[in-house]
């Protein structure tokens, strides 16, 4: 996968992006957490409950009140334009790469600059500051991680007698209700939304994500009994803060733990075929294609040509880690059944 170094595009010649920033905050003392395997310092008042870091900072994470590099970089063509589109016709992200770093730029909310060992924001509105947690522990993390070489996948994951049974992300698929539903059975919960795979020796491991999930309000109903009191995630959506752990919703797996399967989840309605739950394996060709299609940063990375690493990673890890198409009822009267036909095939 090209490293920082592979960049095309420079900025103003003889200037050192980086040594723009100065530190003037003692980032020695900010609080260290545990997020996708990393040890992450940052002076940032996250709403969402993080693990605590015990090692040293792998990456720093602030906001910032000016832009670190100098101006000019905006007009460079972006090596990434979303296909989704403002009201005013721009795409809602962009991505450029320069000499020094990354820029994300999430269009009339922020800018993140990404190094290996540091991200800055650049809040461009005050008034969206609740976005930068969002983008931050989302797709800023993610395309991260992705630079180190570590592919990111969007999916929940559940920790079961010492191994990962993950959830591919798919349009209603339910891969947190599923995940939710293990957890009421005492399983803990790897991660909710993103999971970082990374080989080592002959194991492929899904690093933990943080002890929090989302959930709509019949989600949350149903395993909480109640939403009402849950903090809502963006305001223009109804989907609810799950904290996990600590006499909350379940308990949450702190370690990275070796992969045992992949499930492709099809949720369907009664009507079709009526409550069969059915469980079947994927081909080791479709299954590649199928982790491709569910990489978190996928049109990012496409966009970038880096799809040709990463596809042999998993290649590899679908040689010994089953993917499976789990076909089950929609209604959360069927989630116990479906949990058991898991546990079973597992």
């Known amino acids: 996968m090209p490293g920082e170094h592979e960049k095309k595009q420079k900025v103003q010649p003889g200037v050192q992006p980086g040594n723009l920033w100065q530190d003037t905050a003692q980032s020695s003392d900010w609080p260290l957490y545990s997020i996708f395997g990393i040890t992450l310092t940052s002076d940032f008042p996250f709403v969402n409950r993080l693990a605590k870091g015990t090692t040293s900072p792998d990456l720093s994470?602030?906001?910032?009140?000016?832009?670190?590099?100098?101006?000019?970089?905006q007009r460079t063509?972006?090596?990434?334009?979303?296909?989704?589109?403002?009201?005013?016709?721009?795409?809602?992200?962009?991505?450029?790469?320069?000499?020094?770093?990354?820029?994300?730029?999430?269009?009339?909310?922020?800018?993140?600059?990404?190094?290996s060992d540091r991200i800055l924001c650049h809040l461009l509105y005050p008034a969206f500051d609740y976005l930068v947690?969002?983008?931050?522990?989302?797709?800023?993390?993610?395309?991260?991680?992705?630079?180190?070489?570590?592919?990111?996948?969007?999916?929940?994951?559940?920790?079961?007698?010492?191994?990962?049974?993950?959830?591919?992300s798919r349009n209603k698929g339910g891969k947190s209700a599923l995940?939710?539903?293990?957890?009421?059975?005492?399983?803990?919960?790897?991660?909710?939304?993103?999971?970082?795979?990374?080989?080592c020796e002959q194991t492929f491991l899904g690093r933990p994500g943080y002890p929090n999930m989302r959930m709509w309000p019949?989600?949350?109903?149903?395993?909480?009994?109640?939403?009402?009191?849950?903090?809502?995630?963006?305001?223009?959506?109804?989907?609810?803060?799950?904290?996990?752990?600590?006499?909350?919703?379940?308990?949450?797996?702190?370690?990275?733990?070796?992969?045992?399967?992949?499930?492709?989840?099809?949720?369907?309605?009664?009507?079709d075929r009526g409550t069969e739950i059915k469980?079947?394996?994927?081909?080791?060709?479709?299954?590649v294609i199928e982790l491709v299609r569910h990489s978190f940063s996928g049109h990012i990375l496409e966009a970038l040509n880096w799809q040709g690493r990463r596809l042999d990673f998993f290649a590899q890890l679908v040689q010994q880690i089953p993917m499976h198409r789990l076909t089950y009822p929609s209604g959360f009267d069927h989630l116990p059944r479906v949990r058991e036909a898991i546990l079973e095939d597992l």
């Open 61 to 73: 994470f602030t906001c910032i009140d000016h832009p670190p590099i100098p101006p000019g970089w």
């Open 77 to 115: 063509a972006p090596s990434y334009a979303s296909p989704y589109r403002t009201d005013a016709g721009e795409s809602v992200v962009y991505l450029h790469r320069l000499e020094d770093c990354d820029v994300l730029r999430f269009t009339n909310a922020a800018d993140f600059y990404l190094w």
């Open 133 to 168: 947690e969002i983008y931050l522990l989302g797709a800023v993390l993610s395309f991260w991680l992705e630079r180190q070489g570590i592919p990111a996948l969007h999916a929940s994951a559940i920790s079961i007698d010492g191994c990962a049974a993950v959830f591919l």
């Open 179 to 199: 995940a939710a539903v293990l957890m009421q059975a005492g399983y803990p919960l790897l991660t909710d939304d993103i999971l970082p795979v990374e080989q």
């Open 218 to 271: 019949e989600q949350a109903q149903y395993f909480l009994g109640f939403y009402e009191d849950l903090e809502i995630v963006h305001p223009a959506l109804s989907k609810r803060r799950v904290p996990v752990g600590s006499d909350d919703f379940g308990t949450f797996c702190s370690r990275p733990q070796p992969l045992t399967c992949l499930y492709l989840p099809e949720r369907r309605t009664t009507g």
């Open 279 to 287: 469980i079947t394996p994927i081909p080791h060709a479709a299954s």
